[in-house]
């Protein structure tokens, strides 16, 4: 008996906070969880009475929230496996965290019913993965099945975030910025992936989240600055992205800046007041943190995006974005620059600032910040799309490319591409 194709292909997105995952019937969302893993102390008394997490050495999925207030050692034992969507060869808890939370994507949707020949999984890691990550998802799948005692996956393929994003958006030649919470890869693509071209610039909306954070401290919120999930509601509630910061710091007093940020289900509170107007420093942040304003911050400590490395050449982390498309577009043959700025795609949660009501004119959303910069730095003929599910897109580019190779385009390592068949 074989299912239904939309059943039978399975898109995994493992994103540095969180993994999305679901077979190709759920249409535009998939399933969401946090990308990470607890290691309970299985010698506490509550755990062993509650029957706790079930005397299991790593707990992933919504059932670690129940441990994250009681413990005092919480750092130690919650691990967060992807540094900027990479992580390291021997970091064997990490790669633990990894194999229970894609067991937990697969079991909740893969039905265990006798004829079901397993799932053909296609999971998205960072375009910066080395190969040996490659490598070990699919031996993750594989020990799965193993483990399960069934065939819960009957192939595998693995491709690159921004690629996934070309697809969802069926376009051969463009380029993509992908922004999560660590990084953002900035991506030409032409039929393919242009490796040679990508860049990741090692900042993204966790950086902002340092700024929200210091605005917070600022304005006397020290406390509430010490909770990151709050400071990322606060940020996504109240962040902006200037037009052009200038004008924003002349006109610090406008009242139209104003806003109160009320933490849902509490009686918590914060009004920026007179410093309303750095709502509008935490998106320009994101996009040039190299602006002049942030130099105060520098020198009482703010710590700088970290440097990466393109093919050997150190990119700042500070380097504005457009700076770093125009970087990235120039290592492709001049034939198709044009139509890799006539097609640029923005995906990943690190885009979706909003332009609230009554803000327009000095807010402006991803799109157009980036068209103005690259205009402003003379490139011509630019389309700057944000893509509809900026969130989601790189998981549905997944199950676009499951539905669309055949079956009989196995594995090649040098493409990277294809279908590895488990059992074979
Ligand atoms: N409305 C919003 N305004 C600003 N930032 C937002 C908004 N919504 C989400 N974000 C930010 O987007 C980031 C998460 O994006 P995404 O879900 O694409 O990341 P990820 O896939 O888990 O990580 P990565 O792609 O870095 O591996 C977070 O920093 C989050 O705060
Ligand atoms: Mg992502």
């Known amino acids: 008996m074989s299912a ?153 393929s693995v491709i690159p975030q921004p690629f996934a994003v070309a697809i969802s958006q069926k376009v051969l030649a463009c380029t993509v910025l992908e922004a999560g919470a660590g990084n953002v890869q900035i991506a030409p693509v032409s039929s393919g992936m242009i490796f040679n071209a990508l860049i990741t610039l090692n900042r993204a909306g966790g950086d902002c989240d340092l700024v929200a954070a ?7 919120y020290g406390d509430l600055a010490r909770e990151p999930k709050l400071v990322k509601l606060f940020k996504e509630s109240l962040g902006l992205v200037p037009k052009s910061l200038k004008d924003v710091m002349a006109d610090k007093s406008n009242p139209k800046y104003g806003a109160v940020f009320r933490v849902p289900n509490t009686r918590i509170s914060i009004d920026l007041d007179k410093n309303s107007w750095q709502r509008f420093l935490i998106g320009e942040y994101f996009f040039d943190p190299s602006n002049e304003y942030f130099s105060s911050y520098y020198r009482r400590g703010f710590p700088k995006p970290a440097d990466s490395y393109a093919e050997g050449r150190l990119v700042s982390g500070t380097t504005d974005m457009a700076e770093v498309i125009i970087q990235s577009v120039q290592k492709c043959s001049f034939e198709i620059q044009p139509a890799l700025y006539r097609s640029i795609f923005l995906s990943g949660g690190g885009f979706s600032w909003q332009v609230p009501q009554g803000m327009e004119g000095s807010a402006v959303d991803s799109s157009t910040k980036l068209k103005l910069m690259l205009e402003a730095k003379g490139i011509q003929g630019v389309n700057v799309t944000l893509t509809k599910n900026p969130v989601y897109n790189v998981w549905q580019g997944c199950v676009a490319y499951g539905m669309y190779i055949p079956d009989d385009f196995t594995w090649d390592w040098d493409e990277r591409e294809g279908w590895q068949y488990l059992d074979r």
């Not at 999984?121 to 375009?127: E, G, N, P, Q």
């Not at 490659?134 to 069934?150: P, S």
């Not at 210091?214 to 006397?220: Q, S, T, V």
């Open 214 to 220: 210091e605005i917070l401290r600022d304005a006397g």
């Open 4 to 156: 239904p194709k939309e059943l039978s292909v399975f898109g995994e997105d493992y994103g540095t906070s969180e993994l999305k995952f679901g077979p190709a019937t759920l249409g535009n969302i998939p399933d969401v969880i946090e990308n990470r893993g607890y290691f309970p102390d299985t010698r506490s008394s509550m755990v062993r009475m509650t029957g706790g997490p079930d005397k299991k050495l790593l707990v992933v999925g919504p059932d670690v929230s129940n441990f994250v207030e009681a413990k005092r050692d919480i750092a130690e034992r919650m691990v967060y496996p992807m540094r900027s969507g990479v992580i390291d060869r021997d970091d064997d808890r990490s790669w633990s965290v990894v194999k229970e939370l894609t067991r937990y994507a697969l079991l909740r949707h893969v039905p265990d019913s006798p004829g079901f020949e397993g799932v053909k999984a296609v999971a998205a890691l960072s375009a910066a993965a080395p190969r040996f990550m490659y490598e070990r998802l699919f031996d993750i799948h594989r020990e799965l099945n193993q483990e399960e005692g069934r065939k819960v996956v009957k192939a595998v």
